[in-house]
């Protein structure tokens, strides 16, 4: 119910380029969301084939759960089907990476690792993906060597504990796909601890801000930070930069 009032609510009020002003959402609306973007094929066969796998699996639940089952056995195909990001989003996460060209990229939150593929089609980018689950992790791990992705390295274990490690040895990140615990501290937290590493041309998204009332508030919180110079709804995820040039502002695009 939360979320057909949430998408009801973004549907009245998402924009698109004729209501922008500002020349870099302009840009960024016109060159990165709208721009065309194709399928990987080689991607898309092994979602295809994760989709239709029936075997079971055990897994451990960190985060707020799945959205269709709280059952720790899940079926590959159950997982593919409700965890993995939606392709057209995956491939916007990878038209941004072009355009900005960005190279220090972390993702919360691998699954099986079919949006981590997506974030990782450029060599020169260096991929630090985390997942709490080994044996999801081991799989993802699988579809990495398949596709012979070598910048990828998968952390696995609990968030909380591993990614201030991985911070402590990181000099800069340019971009962060917060896809994980979609709970409303962890989520603020992971945002806090983040923040020293981040740059005038950072990108943070964070997914799922609609999903839950805690995720709302999650995120109406980070976006009102005032190292946030510009957020973007995009209902499915929220986009946040930090270029102090950009006036303090805050859009809902179609997407
Ligand atoms: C929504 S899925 C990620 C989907 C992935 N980004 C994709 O698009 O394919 C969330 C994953 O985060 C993992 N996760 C949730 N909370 C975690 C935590 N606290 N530590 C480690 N992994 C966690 C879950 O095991 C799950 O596999």
Redesign the pocket.
Known sequence: MFQIFSFLLYWLKRVDQHSLHSPFVFQFFTEVIRSPHHKNSSIESIRKALRKSKADIK?????AGSRVSNNNIKSIGS?AKH???PSKF?RLLSKAIDHFGYTEIL??????????LYLSQTKEVNITT????PI?AGLATSHFEKLGRENIEVII????Q?LPDVLKRSKQIDLV?I???HRYE?TLRYFESLLPLLHERSLVVI?DIHWSKEMNEAWGVIKDRTEVSLSIDLFEAGLLFFDPNIEKSDYILKF
């Not at 897994?59 to 985060?63: A, E, P, Q």
């Not at 985390?130 to 689950?133: I, L, R």
């Open positions: 897994v451990k639940d960190f985060g997982i965890a993995s990001t995956s993702e919360l939150g691998t699954s099986l690792g079919i949006n981590t985390f997942e709490g689950d999801i274990g609990n968030i909380d591993t796909y896809d994980a615990n962890p997914d």
